[in-house]
């Protein structure tokens, strides 16, 4: 924990500094744009020119010098975009550590940058790996006015934020931190103002993010796929992943192109092939990719935008995902509509978690005819997790995570309030590692906790008429310690007998001040 802090701390510091190089000349929300996007270049430079040094080690030949020889130039071209798990090529004169010694020689301009970003997305054109690569860069808009009034003075400042960029610690493999979502998340905090109320959307918190991991994954060493329908920045995506020893493939899709961005740069950054994801630019609800929507997975896994609106068309009820229920979600709260994707794609032996706000535990009109036919009448409900109020970026609202399962062993639900358990910060609270394996552990054992979790019967649930409030089944309630009334009459004579002594000596000082006695 001790390395992780100083890990994030030095990034952040390294963050603040481009921040302020870029402030003044665009919207903070726009600052994410291009440092991310100059990290994700750099990483990706890196990659290749440790893939290449390793191809020509018996050679004895530099990149340079190999990429004169045509012969050398097209078995590095074929081997790097189709043999390798990388997908694309960069030329060795766009080399991010060429390009910071040209910097440093005071002969880079920006278009040799942008000349670089376009020749990486050109060499996948053709390939497998086009759809991963295309348009990856496009929030990275080097011609833009906003980094400066003509090729000079972008130059300048460009040049600035990529020496920065060159002194963050890459070494991947030591890192006990997410960096490009660590990066995200900070960022998105710093200027959560600017960035809209909803920045928080696109990351999930990474507390958040490892109990719904290990849940979905609990009990496994190996997931056929993992797949989420709101993937923002991927990083939960990845945290399932990392969870087991082997995951087939990853699959997600995601509204937000600027999002989509980064969830394909996320999962390339963490050494994810372009071949073993699948990520998806579309609204899921109204347009889900048809593939995605045909499959079944065994880990499912979200956290969508919370009460968001969707066309709530007629159409739907004929749709599969939704037709079993009788009802849509309401139009200006497609949470259920959410859960109702995920279950169509869940496998009967997989797992899922989904975080939505609290009101999806009792509302009532629709919401409550899709919530009895989940828990009642197909006993797919596992657990209704409460988790503390704000632990994330753009909202306070107390939230939870709702467990499902289509293969249950029992028709019993846990509720675990692990609401008032976590660390208070100043501008967000934040769910310890021990408060974390609190949850996971509890939700392992499916055991009642005094005044933490209760194991409930379907009986209880339907005596409650389905309403999952947590409150209902998890008694909080702390008795008052019963007051001494003896003790508190003593108490108040002794303070009446002090207030008269005070009194007295005021009158005191009065009569020599030939004041008026109180």
Same mark, same amino acid.
């Given at each position: 924990?001790?390395?992780?802090?100083?890990?994030?701390?030095?990034?952040?510091?390294?963050?603040?500094?481009?921040?302020?190089?870029?402030?003044?000349?665009?919207?903070?929300?726009?600052?994410?744009?291009?440092?991310?996007?100059?990290?994700?270049?750099?990483?990706?430079?890196?990659?290749?020119?440790?893939?290449?040094?390793?191809?020509?080690?018996?050679?004895?030949?530099?990149?340079?010098?190999?990429?004169?020889?045509?012969?050398?130039?097209?078995?590095?071209?074929?081997?790097?975009?189709?043999?390798?798990?990388?997908?694309?090529?960069?030329?060795?004169?766009?080399?991010?550590?060429?390009?910071?010694?040209?910097?440093?020689?005071?002969?880079?301009?920006?278009?040799?940058?942008?000349?670089?970003?376009?020749?990486?997305?050109?060499?996948?054109?053709?390939?497998?790996?086009?759809?991963?690569?295309?348009?990856?860069?496009?929030?990275?808009?080097?011609?833009?006015?906003?980094?400066?009034?003509?090729?000079?003075?972008?130059?300048?400042?460009?040049?600035?934020?990529?020496?920065?960029?060159?002194?963050?610690?890459?070494?991947?493999?030591?890192?006990?931190?997410?960096?490009?979502?660590?990066?995200?998340?900070?960022?998105?905090?710093?200027?959560?103002?600017?960035?809209?109320?909803?920045?928080?959307?696109?990351?999930?918190?990474?507390?958040?993010?490892?109990?719904?991991?290990?849940?979905?994954?609990?009990?496994?060493?190996?997931?056929?796929?993992?797949?989420?329908?709101?993937?923002?920045?991927?990083?939960?995506?990845?945290?399932?992943?990392?969870?087991?020893?082997?995951?087939?493939?990853?699959?997600?899709?995601?509204?937000?192109?600027?999002?989509?961005?980064?969830?394909?740069?996320?999962?390339?950054?963490?050494?994810?092939?372009?071949?073993?994801?699948?990520?998806?630019?579309?609204?899921?609800?109204?347009?889900?990719?048809?593939?995605?929507?045909?499959?079944?997975?065994?880990?499912?896994?979200?956290?969508?935008?919370?009460?968001?609106?969707?066309?709530?068309?007629?159409?739907?009820?004929?749709?599969?995902?939704?037709?079993?229920?009788?009802?849509?979600?309401?139009?200006?709260?497609?949470?259920?509509?959410?859960?109702?994707?995920?279950?169509?794609?869940?496998?009967?032996?997989?797992?899922?978690?989904?975080?939505?706000?609290?009101?999806?535990?009792?509302?009532?009109?629709?919401?409550?005819?899709?919530?009895?036919?989940?828990?009642?009448?197909?006993?797919?409900?596992?657990?209704?997790?409460?988790?503390?109020?704000?632990?994330?970026?753009?909202?306070?609202?107390?939230?939870?995570?709702?467990?499902?399962?289509?293969?249950?062993?029992?028709?019993?639900?846990?509720?675990?309030?692990?609401?008032?358990?976590?660390?208070?910060?100043?501008? &967000?609270?934040?769910?310890?590692?021990?408060? !974390?394996?609190?949850? /996971?552990? @509890?939700? *392992?054992?499916? %055991?009642? =906790? $005094?005044?933490?979790?209760?194991?409930?019967?379907?009986?209880?649930? &339907?005596?409650?008429?389905?309403?999952?409030? !947590?409150?209902?089944? /998890?008694? @909080?309630? *702390?008795?008052? %310690?019963? =007051? $001494?009334?003896?003790?508190?009459?003593?108490?108040?004579?002794?303070?009446?007998?002090?207030?008269?002594?005070?009194?007295?000596?005021?009158?005191?000082?009065?009569? *020599?001040?030939? %004041?008026?006695?109180?």
């Amino acid at each position: 924990m001790v390395r992780q802090t100083a890990q994030q701390q030095e990034l952040h510091k390294h963050l603040w500094a481009m921040a302020n190089d870029l402030r003044g000349n665009m919207d903070a929300n726009s600052f994410k744009d291009y440092i991310l996007g100059l990290i994700f270049y750099r990483y990706l430079s890196e990659k290749l020119e440790s893939k290449v040094e390793a191809l020509l080690e018996e050679d004895n030949l530099t990149f340079a010098q190999a990429w004169q020889k045509e012969e050398y130039r097209e078995k590095l071209t074929e081997h790097l975009v189709r043999a390798s798990d990388l997908g694309y090529v960069i030329k060795p004169e766009h080399l991010f550590s060429v390009m910071i010694e040209d910097i440093k020689q005071g002969r880079f301009s920006i278009a040799q940058l942008a000349e670089a970003v376009g020749a990486l997305e050109e060499s996948t054109m053709g390939h497998e790996s086009q759809s991963d690569f295309e348009n990856l860069f496009e929030d990275m808009d080097l011609n833009s006015s906003r980094l400066g009034r003509g090729e000079k003075a972008r130059t300048q400042l460009i040049s600035k934020i990529m020496l920065k960029v060159n002194d963050i610690d890459f070494r991947l493999e030591e890192k006990e931190i997410d960096v490009l979502g660590d990066a995200y998340e900070y960022l998105i905090g710093q200027f959560a103002a600017h960035a809209g109320k909803k920045a928080g959307e696109f990351y999930t918190p990474q507390a958040v993010s490892e109990i719904m991991a290990r849940i979905v994954t609990l009990n496994k060493t190996k997931l056929r796929n993992v797949y989420d329908p709101a993937c923002g920045s991927g990083s939960l995506l990845l945290r399932v992943a990392d969870k087991v020893e082997a995951t087939g493939k990853i699959y997600g899709q995601e509204k937000e192109p600027t999002t989509y961005n980064l969830a394909r740069m996320n999962m390339l950054l963490h050494d994810v092939p372009f071949y073993r994801f699948d990520i998806e630019n579309g609204d899921t609800l109204e347009n889900p990719d048809e593939e995605h929507k045909a499959m079944r997975f065994e880990a499912v896994v979200a956290n969508p935008p919370y009460s968001s609106h969707w066309s709530r068309d007629e159409k739907f009820l004929e749709d599969e995902r939704f037709s079993a229920y009788g009802k849509l979600a309401p139009k200006t709260k497609a949470d259920y509509a959410f859960v109702q994707h995920m279950i169509h794609v869940l496998d009967d032996d997989g797992n899922m978690a989904v975080v939505l706000p609290h009101g999806v535990l009792f509302r009532g009109g629709a919401e409550e005819t899709i919530r009895k036919y989940l828990v009642e009448e197909k006993n797919y409900l596992d657990a209704v997790i409460g988790l503390p109020p704000n632990i994330f970026f753009g909202t306070s609202i107390p939230t939870v995570i709702l467990v499902f399962k289509k293969c249950k062993v029992d028709s019993d639900v846990l509720f675990i309030d692990a609401s008032r358990e976590y660390q208070k910060n100043r501008n &967000k609270n934040a769910l310890l590692p021990e408060h !974390i394996d609190k949850i /996971v552990q @509890t939700y *392992e054992k499916r %055991e009642s =906790i $005094d005044k933490y979790a209760h194991l409930a019967s379907m009986d209880e649930i &339907k005596e409650n008429e389905c309403n999952l409030n !947590i409150p209902r089944y /998890v008694d @909080t309630f *702390e008795e008052e %310690e019963p =007051i $001494d009334l003896d003790e508190v009459r003593t108490e108040l004579s002794q303070t009446e007998k002090e207030i008269e002594e005070i009194k007295q000596e005021i009158n005191k000082y009065l009569r *020599e001040l030939d %004041e008026p006695e109180l």
